[in-house]
């Protein structure tokens, strides 16, 4: 990512420890099923969707890419 900001490792959330021990993994972007849930544009277009029928449009200027701890 270009920013400091916006770098941040999920290690940092605790959220993917699991995941990481059982298969034995350093980082969540080496699981077979990141790059097919994570990258896939089709999935994170499916991902909005789902979030705005959810939670409502988003407001004019609301930041939407910012780093959340879990």
């Not at 298969?23 to 089709?42: A, K, M």
């Not at 499916?46 to 930041?63: F, H, N």
């Amino acid at each position: 990512m270009p920013s400091a900001r916006e770098n941040q490792c999920c290690m940092g959330t605790h959220v993917v420890d699991g995941v990481l021990e059982t298969e034995g993994l350093d980082c969540i972007t080496s699981h077979e099923g990141f790059p097919v849930n994570c990258t896939n544009r089709y999935v994170l277009l499916a991902s909005y969707q789902e979030y705005v029928k959810d939670k409502g449009p988003m407001r004019e200027g609301e930041a939407i890419h910012e780093y959340v701890s879990i």
